[in-house]
């Protein structure tokens, strides 16, 4: 865990920030840190300590940790550290969301080369911050280490409040199934900048995705049976629910039909494919790639769950199908049909 | 989070392990995972959802995280698998038990190449899982990436059962130091593995530290007034009590002199550098050596703490020294005198 030493807080104090953090060193840089992410109401014991100590006075706590890897989950060229810091709290805020919980804090693991730009640590730092404080959570603690990559794991830790946590192997038989949240925008976003078209705003969407944190507690009190957060895809998370739960999800294409801002995005994705002329990407029609995205787009990290039937459900979750069927038929199914496309990611493949 | 699938269970069932994980594949890697750590008993959502949910009835967690990254912390070719698991499990268990806390859960988020054999992965597993059994913890979460090195990022959660944490800030003038485990075992290990000695059995110590997890409770329970953990050495780490207490730490040399087994580890080692002759290291006498290695290596995971005095301590819990002097004169001194060896380890120096 972190620590300080406070004849390292030189440069916090004075303003002079050295350049790189080989120049800054381990302890001036968690200085710094600590520094840069104050403590929060429910923060007993922040960053400077072999561990945090933080109140979850529901005595749970829910717990997750992800990895966001330089060249894997971001590039330092198209995202800024700002970008980079907001969707790595996204990533663990909205795991934290997607059991019924109120995300309270992060812990932020952070290697990297030492020639890294102090500046770009403390804009990343800036996005975790601005990123927690839409989840309401804050950074207690974490670890520095060296790498030749920036590597960040992130830990999120929330509080459920009473409420019994949201799995993904309670949706019943007759279910609606609801999406709080956009579909397809960061697919959108990540596709365009692959085309070098970044002035699109969906490009902010996949650089910065905003999952609706405060719409997870509102599903578990709305009675949600099963819920996860849109990180692989639609068809690849809706099937972790209908694996969980034994059961068949049936979307309605009617209610995913891409909105106008994909649908430009996807002409222009096309169109500059047509003009590259790359093999295998060129035969999409501009169409199908915008229902590609709603349905096999990640990193959107909207939420989806499922409710009893004739939940009345407040404007922004959209019912978009059912679960039906038996356990001897679970899946993910589009107007009763399989989806072509491959629905998954495999970190491995 | 991870996810699991049904349908990857495949090998887990069959017993026909992959070779590499390009060949286990995400998801069937993940399912795995959650076949070697079952859930323990404040296990209330383990591996297999969007995040886990853990019981800690006092209302409070304790929280730490932790990188392990091949070729900074080990080398794939003198740990073996399960030494790294131990490894990785022990640094964020020690930091719960140096607040006070027993250790409850780990997250574990390794990230990986492809072709990285499943059987080191499975042996990992088994490390983690055997050290989080001396700790009294479940692994109950983490996730899976794909790096071009291995990269641990390990939290760990920890319950204070109603006690006050420890902090580093506590200490006051006249209290004892007294430290409980083992110091400069697994520096010394390291510098026999580097000599080429690795039949000594303080290599061992080096690649599997086995803190005294119980020790922080205990030592709590004592009226401890500071604790840490000494991962970065002796004297740095005592430099943090030092400086967050704002008095002096008086090392007693008598109290810390080595034992048998490093004295003749540090003459091998010693030996072995005038042999290969290399520069800067061939001068320090193997009884300086020795001496170097119980103030400044790291990586024991001992407990070192301060109690008040005339605290009556069990025999496990060997006093070294005193806190002494004012917050204008503080730091951590050996006899009186400062250290002459530099006793910190920066990670991005």
Known sequence: MVQTCDTCWGWVITGREPETLAEAGEFGLIA???AWFPPGPATLVGIGDDAAVLAVPDGRVVATTDFLIEGRHFRRDWASAADVGHKAAARSLADCAAMGAEPSALLVALAAPPDLPVSWVRELAEGLAAECARGGAHVIGGDTAR????????TGLGDLAGRSPVLRSGAGPGDLVAVAGPLGHAAAGLALLEEGLAG???????????????????????????????SDGLLADLGHIADASGL?????????????????AARAVAASRRHSA????????????????????????????????????????????????????????????????????????
Request: charged share 20%.
């Open 200 to 230: 699109d705003p969906l490009v902010h969407e996949h650089l910065r995705p905003a999952p609706p944190y405060d719409a997870g507690p509102e599903a578990a009190g709305l009675g949600a049976t099963a819920m996860i957060d849109v």
């Open 147 to 154: 790498a030749d990559q920036v590597v960040l794991a992130v």
């Open 32 to 34: 710094a840190l600590s």
């Open 278 to 349: 790359r093999t295998g990407l060129v035969t999409r029609p501009a169409d199908d790639l915008a229902l590609d995205w709603v349905l096999t787009g990640g990193e959107d990290h909207s939420l989806v769950a499922t409710f009893p039937a004739g939940t009345r459900l407040p404007p922004r979750w959209k019912v978009i199908g059912n679960a039906t069927g038996s356990s001897r038929d679970h899946g993910v199914v589009v107007d009763g049909q399989p989806w072509a496309e491959p629905p998954g990611w495999d970190h491995f493949a």
């Open 248 to 264: 068949r999800v049936d979307l309605d294409s009617a209610a995913l039909r891409p909105g106008d801002r994909l649908t430009a």
